[in-house]
Structures are given as structure tokens and as C-alpha cells.
């Protein structure tokens, strides 16, 4: 079974986006949970919405449990990783269903027009 999965991850600088501050895991306002995450992959359970928290090292996590592996957090280096004490993304896949066929969504513009765009120079974020 060949295996291949982007997850695309925002936070909203600090997950202010609900009206509240979420928990912070450390001294350094680091590991929060509460992110949302979209995973794009031919086992990603459709229109599948988790209420889990999650945190950066969810996806560690995912990977740790779909090939096996022992958590980078208690391997002996692990001292900060977050994989160890994080929720597994694990939930949003479902491998025993037919995997979903890849299907092309139209865009306004080719993607030659982002390939060949020159840089701004704009800050994203100015405010």
C-alpha cells in the first residue's frame, strides 16, 4: 500500500481565532493545542471533522503510528519533542476503506502564473 498524505496546518498566530486563548503545555507559550488541520490524502475520511486537540507534534505522532516507530519523545533525545504527550491525527484516516481517486480541482489560473510570479517584496502580514 503505497502512502501519501499532505496535512496542511494553521494556528492563526496563537489560536485566537475561537474567542479564547487556548492551554499553553510549557513555560515558553509553546505546544498549544487547538490548530486546525486538513488532511488531503486517498485515506483521509470524507468530510471527516475532529474535536480532538491537536498540536505540532500531532503529525509526528501520525507518522510514529502509521509505520511503527518508537516516539522521537522517548527515545532518549526526545527531551522537548512533543510527539510523545500529542493526539495522533491518526482519526482523520480510515485504511480500510477503497482509497479515493485524486480529482483535480479547477483553478482561476494555471499554475504557471504562481511558477513564474515575481516576489512582492509586500510583508503577508502588515498590520
Do not use: C
Not at 491518526?90 to 482561476?108: N, S
Request: charged share 20%; hydrophobic share 35%; no cysteine.
Amino acid at each position: 500500500m503505497a502512502l501519501a498524505a499532505i496535512i496542511v496546518l494553521w494556528d492563526d498566530w496563537g489560536g485566537y481565532y475561537d474567542g479564547m486563548e487556548p492551554p499553553h503545555r510549557d513555560y515558553r507559550r509553546a505546544g498549544h493545542p487547538g490548530w486546525r488541520a486538513s488532511s488531503i490524502a486517498p485515506y483521509a475520511r470524507k468530510g471527516y471533522v475532529s474535536h480532538t486537540q491537536y498540536e505540532f507534534g500531532s503529525v509526528l505522532k501520525l507518522v510514529e503510528e502509521v509505520f511503527t516507530i518508537p516516539t522521537l519523545g522517548a527515545s532518549g533525545y526526545g527531551y522537548g519533542y512533543t510527539d510523545a504527550r500529542s493526539n495522533s491525527l491518526l482519526d482523520g484516516f480510515d485504511f480500510t476503506q477503497i482509497p479515493r481517486k485524486f480529482v483535480t480541482i479547477p483553478a482561476k489560473y494555471p499554475s504557471s502564473t504562481f511558477a513564474n510570479e515575481k516576489p512582492s517584496g509586500i510583508p503577508p502580514d502588515n498590520e
